[in-house]
């Protein structure tokens, strides 16, 4: 993102508050089954993340995914996407070739990416939503959502094999400022 053109600040959802002038926002990966109580007890930055979402672009990856959601297993999140992200006792783990079903603020409509899955949640929407990504593997189906200026997933993608896409990203955010 930095060489791309933005003035990267970190931030720790567990107890701080996004930064001033936050103009989007990436939610990696991670453990969020480590964390709930934490994440939810932050009112604060869950209702920035909330407002910040309406307008502004939004790159979530499988934990940043669940925390967008209404809730994660009982524990409040940002309420970002209608419906919950629930545990499961099984693994979801693979490569996974995906094609964007609609432009978003990383990708154009038919653009491939390779990526991977690596979760043990499963996420259920309160109404249908529209996909981040099709799977291009046989059965696999759709993945994520796009909603707004947010696109958040399960797929995990490595920045470095899509450049375009973060040019993109950063273009929409100074687009917001």
Sequence with gaps: LAAA???VRNFD???QTLPERTAAL???GGFPEQYPEHLSANAEVRE????LAD?????????????????LDGHRMCGVIAGSAIFTPRLTLGYRDA????????YRCGERVS??????????????VAPAWLMRQAGAGADGVLQNG??????????AAHPGAIRRFVEQAAGRR
């Design 5 to 7: 053109g933005a003035e």
């Design 13 to 15: 959802p567990l107890s």
């Design 26 to 28: 990436v939610l990696p």
């Design 48 to 51: 920035q993340i909330r407002v």
């Design 55 to 71: 307008d502004a672009p939004v790159h979530a990856e499988c934990g940043g995914l669940t925390y967008l959601m209404d809730d």
């Design 99 to 106: 094609v964007a079903p609609a432009d978003s603020p990383l």
């Design 115 to 128: 990526g991977h899955e690596f979760h043990r949640t499963r996420v259920e929407f309160a109404a249908p």
């Design 150 to 159: 947010v696109h958040a997933s399960y797929l995990h993608t490595h920045p």
